[in-house]
């Protein structure tokens, strides 16, 4: 079949979802399948990345919000593009105006392609929960956002598919009225990450670049610098934890919001921050040669960092909500209440004191393929569904 993503989020310098669709490229193309790449770039122009895969760039304007990312803003355009390509399947990354302009182009077109939604972005967890969780329930905050839900049960009704990629995502979902959830989680690069990696000396090397000796927990954060990543938070949950046992933090990740990052970290000579590393296979040796990872974010779908530290062998500390908190529960990993330094600290002394720094548990892991491969099933089952259905009010959002 021929497989159409109007990605949103993908962009050069992205992290998790430039990985995931990188490896698409490959890996439907190699399953005999055309795929096909639209995303917004700095002008138009088309990518060759196989016989059959290829990322179509739409000259689009930067997102004012983030300018790391563009969005599309050329409705005729991309329904052009969309009408070019004569898709079996369009998939959507993001369900803002992109989705929109997607179901309108096959209400317009009259197209027979089905359309899926592939959740890489919670906006109510990475925006209103993270502004407004301190004074008000999520459930409240859910009743004053109704226009969200009510957008979400549109698209509900205009697609075949939303695809989850975490259980407590689908289930807010479909507490939220949405009808066609199913899960699909998205796993790791395929041979890329493995406790194998991990090497004595390097853990060495980075424990000493934070000031401490072997018998220091090493802990490892890995993301780009954006308020809902929350590695102030994090930065100061290492030095709570530091007072009563030696450890270590190394943040790898840029982008332009650093200062609150900085400041968090004072004049701590345990919390370093690193560049990003661009090489994959470094960052795998990286990952598998520290202790622990630990994340701040409750807002991916999935969190593919902390999937791949599972694969790395290591514990994942992670908030109580999102796609690593998921992950954190089903590899024994530690949790907290998301945005809580102190509580957070008191996860990183329980694993400092449960943890065995020479041992690191072997696990089976989802790969990406995987999840394609459960894509590509659902497309190839999926009945004719009726499109012309109203959305249903949700119960419970």
């Given at each position: 079949?021929?497989?159409?993503?109007?990605?949103?989020?993908?962009?050069?310098?992205?992290?998790?979802?430039?990985?995931?669709?990188?490896?698409?490229?490959?890996?439907?193309?190699?399953?005999?399948?055309?795929?096909?790449?639209?995303?917004?770039?700095?002008?138009?122009?088309?990518?060759?990345?196989?016989?059959?895969?290829?990322?179509?760039?739409?000259?689009?304007?930067?997102?004012?919000?983030?300018?790391?990312?563009?969005?599309?803003?050329?409705?005729?355009?991309?329904?052009?593009?969309?009408?070019?390509?004569?898709?079996?399947?369009?998939?959507?990354?993001?369900?803002?105006?992109?989705?929109?302009?997607?179901?309108?182009?096959?209400?317009?077109?009259?197209?027979?392609?089905?359309?899926?939604?592939?959740?890489?972005?919670?906006?109510?967890?990475?925006?209103?929960?993270?502004?407004?969780?301190?004074?008000?329930?999520?459930?409240?905050?859910?009743?004053?956002?109704?226009?969200?839900?009510?957008?979400?049960?549109?698209?509900?009704?205009?697609?075949?598919?939303?695809?989850?990629?975490?259980?407590?995502?689908?289930?807010?979902?479909?507490?939220?009225?949405?009808?066609?959830?199913?899960?699909?989680?998205?796993?790791?690069?395929?041979?890329?990450?493995?406790?194998?990696?991990?090497?004595?000396?390097?853990?060495?090397?980075?424990?000493?670049?934070?000031?401490?000796?072997?018998?220091?927990?090493?802990?490892?954060?890995?993301?780009?610098?954006?308020?809902?990543?929350?590695?102030?938070?994090?930065?100061?949950?290492?030095?709570?934890?530091?007072?009563?046992?030696?450890?270590?933090?190394?943040?790898?990740?840029?982008?332009?919001?650093?200062?609150?990052?900085?400041?968090?970290?004072?004049?701590?000579?345990?919390?370093?921050?690193?560049?990003?590393?661009?090489?994959?296979?470094?960052?795998?040796?990286?990952?598998?040669?520290?202790?622990?990872?630990?994340?701040?974010?409750?807002?991916?779908?999935?969190?593919?960092?902390?999937?791949?530290?599972?694969?790395?062998?290591?514990?994942?500390?992670?908030?109580?909500?999102?796609?690593?908190?998921?992950?954190?529960?089903?590899?024994?990993?530690?949790?907290?209440?998301?945005?809580?330094?102190?509580?957070?600290?008191?996860?990183?002394?329980?694993?400092?004191?449960?943890?065995t720094a020479s041992v690191q548990r072997r696990r089976p892991v989802r790969t990406m393929d995987d999840h394609f491969?459960?894509?590509?099933?659902?497309?190839?089952?999926?009945?004719?569904?009726?499109?012309?259905?109203?959305?249903?009010?949700?119960?419970?959002?």
């Amino acid at each position: 079949m021929k497989i159409v993503d109007v990605c949103a989020f993908y962009t050069p310098t992205g992290g998790g979802v430039r990985t995931y669709i990188d490896r698409k490229l490959v890996a439907l193309a190699d399953r005999g399948h055309e795929i096909v790449v639209i995303a917004p770039g700095e002008e138009d122009r088309e990518e060759r990345r196989g016989p059959n895969a290829r990322v179509r760039w739409l000259r689009s304007p930067r997102f004012p919000l983030d300018r790391s990312y563009r969005y599309f803003a050329d409705r005729d355009a991309l329904h052009a593009m969309l009408d070019e390509e004569d898709a079996d399947v369009v998939e959507v990354s993001s369900p803002w105006r992109s989705a929109s302009m997607v179901a309108d182009w096959r209400t317009r077109s009259g197209s027979r392609a089905r359309l899926s939604l592939i959740a890489h972005a919670d906006p109510l967890s990475a925006y209103a929960y993270r502004w407004f969780g301190n004074v008000a329930s999520t459930h409240a905050i859910d009743r004053a956002f109704d226009w969200y839900w009510r957008h979400l049960r549109r698209l509900d009704a205009q697609f075949d598919h939303i695809v989850s990629a975490s259980e407590s995502l689908t289930q807010r979902l479909r507490e939220g009225g949405l009808r066609k959830v199913t899960t699909d989680p998205m796993g790791v690069e395929p041979g890329q990450f493995s406790p194998r990696l991990r090497d004595p000396a390097l853990r060495r090397e980075m424990l000493a670049l934070c000031g401490l000796g072997e018998d220091a927990l090493l802990l490892i954060g890995v993301g780009r610098h954006a308020p809902e990543k929350r590695w102030d938070m994090v930065a100061q949950a290492a030095a709570i934890a530091g007072t009563q046992a030696p450890v270590g933090l190394l943040i790898i990740g840029g982008g332009s919001r650093q200062r609150r990052v900085i400041e968090a970290i004072g004049d701590n000579p345990h919390v370093r921050l690193l560049e990003p590393v661009r090489d994959r296979g470094a960052v795998a040796r990286l990952m598998a040669s520290a202790d622990a990872l630990i994340h701040g974010c409750e807002a991916e779908t999935f969190c593919f960092v902390a999937a791949e530290a599972i694969a790395s062998g290591l514990t994942l500390i992670a908030p109580d909500r999102g796609g690593a908190a998921d992950l954190a529960c089903a590899n024994d990993g530690a949790r907290y209440r998301s945005g809580d330094a102190q509580d957070a600290a008191e996860a990183i002394l329980a694993v400092a004191r449960t943890i065995t720094a020479s041992v690191q548990r072997r696990r089976p892991v989802r790969t990406m393929d995987d999840h394609f491969d459960a894509l590509l099933a659902l497309y190839g089952a999926a009945p004719a569904i009726d499109h012309t259905r109203r959305y249903q009010q949700g119960t419970g959002r």
